[in-house]
């Protein structure tokens, strides 16, 4: 079955990073777009990034560009997001998406504070 697990979020301080891993399994991974959304309390769950699978076309949001990088190992079966520059407006569960567009799986999401 399909499964993907996050790793690597945590608490930092403003302008801190952190680098955010999503290990996949039970499906073509080096074919399939993967995403990272977040949530934080009170609000939907928002696009963070995308990445293509066979080409490796990205995609970010606004409030991310330049702040934020995926990336993909095809080989590893795993997802990237490094996070630079973080801000409090950055705390949020992060969670890492397969599929097309809106993703078909959704992985357990990983928890990111950013805090002094």
């Known amino acids: 079955q399909v499964q993907l697990v996050e790793s690597g979020g945590g608490l930092v301080q403003p302008g801190g990073s952190l680098r955010l891993s999503c290990a996949a399994s039970?499906?073509?991974?080096?074919?399939?777009?993967m995403s990272w959304y977040r949530q934080a309390p009170g609000k939907e769950r928002e696009l963070v990034a995308g990445?293509?699978?066979?080409?490796?076309?990205?995609r970010y949001a606004d409030s991310v560009k330049g702040r934020f990088t995926i990336s993909r190992d095809n080989v590893k079966n795993t997802v990237y997001l490094q996070l630079n520059s973080l801000q409090p407006e950055d705390t949020a569960v992060y969670y890492c998406?397969?599929?097309?567009?809106?993703?078909?799986?959704w992985g357990q999401g990983t928890q990111v504070t950013v805090s002094s």
């Open positions: 990445i293509g699978g066979p080409g490796g076309d990205t």
């Open positions: 998406g397969a599929g097309p567009s809106t993703p078909n799986y």
């Open positions: 039970g499906f073509t991974f080096s074919l399939s777009r």
